[in-house]
């Protein structure tokens, strides 16, 4: 038991509730980020069983489901390419059930961006990151 404690104190790497604690502050960072620029919120942290959306907001009459990526180095770029197809397949059904599950929102236009954040605090945003015809 000493020996893994050890291992654990000595390592680099966050503890899981260190790296949630840190995860939330970025993601918060990221909808002061969108909220100054015009973004309604209208959901943050949405999770179902096969995934989870950080933040879902309004642009006008679209309806946007973000993903906020924080990455250590200085290259905002490997935050962005961490939403593979496999994490992109995830929220868009994500937000096909958020949808069927707020009809008030069906007739919206859709929309998928990510926010990138490094450890500077510099943000870039990719609107239309990925999605798929609705």
């Keep these: 038991m000493r020996e893994i ?3 654990l104190e000595e390592s680099k790497e966050p503890s899981p509730v260190h790296r949630c604690a840190t995860g939330a502050a970025y993601e918060q960072m990221a909808v002061r980020y969108l909220e100054e620029n015009g973004y309604r919120i ?4 949405y999770r179902i069983r096969s995934g989870e959306i950080d933040v879902i907001a309004a642009d006008g009459d679209q309806i946007v489901f973000c993903e906020v990526k924080y990455r250590s ?3 905002v770029e490997s935050a962005l390419s961490a939403v593979d197809r ?9 937000a ?3 949808l069927m599950r707020h009809q008030a929102f069906s007739d919206c236009a859709v929309r998928f961006d990510v926010v990138g954040i490094n450890q500077q605090g510099e943000i870039t945003h990719i609107q239309n990151a990925f999605g798929e015809t609705w």
Excluded: C, G
């Excluded at 992109?88 to 994500?94: D, F, G, L, P, S």
């Design 42 to 45: 209208l959901d943050r942290n």
């Design 73 to 75: 180095s200085k290259h």
């Design 86 to 94: 496999k994490k992109q397949a995830k929220i868009i059904r994500v």
């Design 96 to 98: 096909r059930y958020y």
């Design 5 to 7: 404690k050890k291992t």
